[in-house]
């Protein structure tokens, strides 16, 4: 199944954006990043799907993007592996948002159930799913950032909150 997440994380997101929901409602705020990330979505299925059938109107032409779809899918499942599972991790019971403020705030959640892996060079290479911290924290930071960010979050967290993981 993991040769296929690739493929379902992008059909996700779509239906999340067409939707409007993530777990829960998202903000009307959003509703012109919504728009632009549908285009992107459906710029995404036209290059992909679209464009080579048009170009080789044959079923080989689907089957030979498939390769991509399954080395995605294993190389998000095995980076997401690594940053959310390891020794101490915080593992959350329930997900709503009540839970956010009760034991910790959301933020807080966000670094303890998370790590960084390796360092600047691996962020540039597979555009900073090394750095899931600083993408909790700031998800709407580029990822060339993240290896500076890194810096004065884990200094931060340390200090306000004697988290010596990260």
């Not at 994380?9 to 939707?19: D, N, R």
């Not at 995404?44 to 109107?57: A, E, G």
């Not at 884990?154 to 988290?163: E, N």
Request: proline share 5%.
């Amino acid at each position: 199944l993991l040769a296929v997440y690739g493929f379902s994380v992008v059909i996700q997101s779509i239906l999340q954006v067409v939707y409007g929901a993530h777990h829960t409602a998202m903000s009307p705020l959003l509703v012109p990043n919504r728009i632009f990330e549908f285009l992107m979505s459906l710029f995404f299925i036209c290059r992909w799907v679209f464009l080579p059938l048009y170009q080789v109107p044959q079923l080989s032409t689907l089957w030979s993007t498939l390769p991509m779809y399954m080395v995605a899918g294993y190389y998000l499942a095995f980076f997401f592996s690594i940053s959310h599972n390891f020794k101490d991790v915080y593992m959350m019971e329930d997900t709503t948002r009540e839970s956010n403020t009760k034991n910790g705030s959301f933020l807080y959640k966000q670094v303890v159930s998370s790590s960084n892996v390796g360092g600047p060079i691996l962020c540039f290479f597979n555009g900073g799913l090394n750095y899931q911290i600083e993408h909790h924290l700031f998800p709407r930071i580029s990822h060339c950032h993240y290896p500076v960010i890194a810096l004065l979050s884990g200094t931060t967290a340390r200090r306000k909150h004697s988290l010596c993981s990260l």
